[in-house]
């Protein structure tokens, strides 16, 4: 039973395109999140919801449009794909301060 | 703003040699801090967490950390390492009011024979 589910686990596309990532949790949790990590490994957050309203969104470009049709679903939306937008993108959940349950990630390559 | 800083980028250790990885915060109360383990093309896996009381903390997989607030530290141990412990290693620390969470910028672990 996955607890944190994203789909696709691999996305290639070309520069220009729109794509999304799914994620899914079947925790119950009320806030789930979007962290991108780069080339780097390095981990940032990028936005997170809680119960389907928006708490934290980074400086983020617009291009990045988030979308939580319920508190079990965030799916993440990328308009105008760019070669810098190439990295991991997890998907991650919490109840509370105490932990956050992470997804296997998407690798998304843009060509 | 919280910050967190792994000063190390990689490590190699011998295996069943004893493992420190170490790990600074920045933040203005007490914090809530975290261990992440991240194995080649895999998700993050909470190894342990620290939030109040003793100041060492027993997580998965054999891993302790030691919570110094004196020297803003929150060090990972493992007296023996094994050869599946080579991986990523991230500390965190999260925002009390947002739940943010900010990572350090990780450590590679590699372990050798």
Known sequence: DTAVSQTPKYLVT???????????????????????????????????YNNKELIINETVPNRFSPKS?????LNLHINSLEL????????????????????PGTRLTVL | ???VTQPDIHITVSEGASLELRCNYSYGATPYLFWYVQSPG??????LKYFSGDTLVQGIKGFEAE????????NLR?????????????????????????????TRLTIIP
């Open chain 1, 14 to 48: 070309q520069m220009g395109n729109d794509k999304s990532i799914k994620c899914e949790q079947n925790l119950g949790h009320d806030t789930m999140y979007w962290y991108k990590q780069d080339s780097k490994k390095f981990l940032k957050i990028m936005f997170s």
């Open chain 2, 67 to 74: 919570f110094k607030r004196s020297q803003s530290s929150f």
């Open chain 1, 69 to 73: 049709p319920d508190k079990a679903h």
């Open chain 2, 42 to 47: 895999q998700g993050l896996q909470l190894l």
């Open chain 1, 84 to 103: 810098g937008d190439s990295a991991v993108y997890f998907c991650a959940s919490s109840q509370d301060r105490a932990q956050q349950f992470f997804g």
């Open chain 2, 78 to 106: 493992k007296p023996s390492v094994h050869w599946s412990d080579a991986a990523e290693y991230f500390c965190a620390v999260v925002d009390f009011g947002n739940e943010k969470l900010t990572f350090g910028t990780g």
């Open chain 2, 1 to 3: 703003a919280q910050s």
